[in-house]
């Protein structure tokens, strides 16, 4: 099935990219609900290390899971339109919480019809239980434990992606870079058709201009939203992706901070590549949770370091200056 979505010029003149903390929240949710063995394998360490806090957490049993199954229709009013090209959660989940109730309804009852995965366990009377303060404290929780802690990195990625597409519009023009987002999207003669497309995407359903969110989590798919008066958004895969979770520090760049920091804690950082606990830490250096928890704490007044709880353990991360630091390289991407 094929659809499409017609341009006018003044379409193509409101056609703009926004990073979008949503889109990542419901695209890696799904991952996650989808299980282990069908996750791509470019995000299996990553699900590895979040399934675990993610199913402890019980998240997979509450208001997000029943909005967001493992495959079908997921809830429109979790992708808010974003007011700019970075909007924060903050900002998208208050504009959640001012859904208007004919919208929410309109979801809901698209989700109770459509056709949900054998097996769904979410134990949510969405008619019941759904109250839009209670979903945007879940979602919370899931974003400290599963995002949180990794958005520096992701951040990055999906910014470095609306930097080389801004660059190509300038260069090339708006109709290049739309044609080049996704093998299944195609510019055709002023419009843009998703090709083998169960989604709808058409300007019967939606406003005027596109907006065009890059995502760490969507690959292989583009994901679609059309609610009028809202323009129409296309998630879609960012460049990239194959090397978002590999290794990036060095032993050089390692050596060097240690020149400032100290040596114990330009080791830490670096092992901070992936989040981790004090307890974690402690045992990979032989060092006592009392002088880890000293070391993270200098790190973190410094803005190196961020802390984010999970249950009742705390990870602790590195921010974008640290991956600056250690990183040199990534600059100059």
């Avoid at 079908?72 to 959640?96: K, R, V």
Wanted: glycine share 6%.
């Amino acid at each position: 099935m094929d659809s499409g979505l017609s341009f006018s010029a003044a379409d193509l003149a409101q056609t703009r990219f926004a990073v979008s903390p949503m889109w990542e929240v419901v695209t890696s949710f799904r991952l996650l609900r989808a299980g282990d063995d069908r996750a791509p394998a470019m995000h299996r360490g990553w699900v590895a290390q979040v399934r675990p806090r993610f199913l402890r957490a019980g998240l997979d049993r509450g208001r997000l899971a029943a909005l967001v199954p493992a495959h079908g229709y997921l809830a429109d009013f979790l992708n808010p339109t974003p007011q700019g090209p970075f909007p924060t959660l903050e900002s998208e989940l208050e504009a959640i919480r001012r859904t208007p109730r004919e919208n929410l309804l309109h979801d809901l009852a698209t989700l109770g019809t459509a056709s949900r995965p054998h097996g769904d366990d979410t134990d949510i009377d969405l008619d019941r239980d759904l109250d839009l303060d209670r979903l945007c404290d879940e979602i919370l929780t899931y974003w400290e434990l599963a995002l949180a802690p990794y958005w520096a990195r992701i951040r990055s990625l999906l910014e470095a992606d609306v930097f080389h597409r801004a660059r190509q519009v300038a260069e090339h023009g708006s109709a290049r870079v739309l044609g080049e987002l996704h093998e299944t999207v195609r510019w055709d003669d002023g419009t843009l058709r998703l090709v083998r497309r169960a989604c709808a995407l058409t300007r019967d359903e939606a406003g005027s201009g596109l907006l065009l969110v890059p995502s760490a989590f969507a690959w292989p798919r583009v994901l679609t939203r059309s609610v009028a008066p809202d323009p129409p958004q296309l998630a879609y895969p960012a460049r990239g992706i194959g090397n978002l979770w590999k290794p990036r520090t060095t032993t050089t760049a390692t050596d060097a901070v240690a020149g400032v920091l100290g040596r114990s804690r330009a080791l830490l950082l670096a092992e901070l590549d992936t989040p981790a606990s004090t307890t974690r830490l402690a045992a990979a250096f032989g060092l006592s949770a009392a002088a880890v928890s000293q070391h993270l704490t200098a790190l973190r007044n410094a803005g190196l370091v961020t802390a984010h709880r999970s249950g009742r353990s705390v990870l602790y991360a590195r921010t974008a200056v640290a991956d600056a630091l250690l990183c040199p390289e990534l600059e100059t991407l």
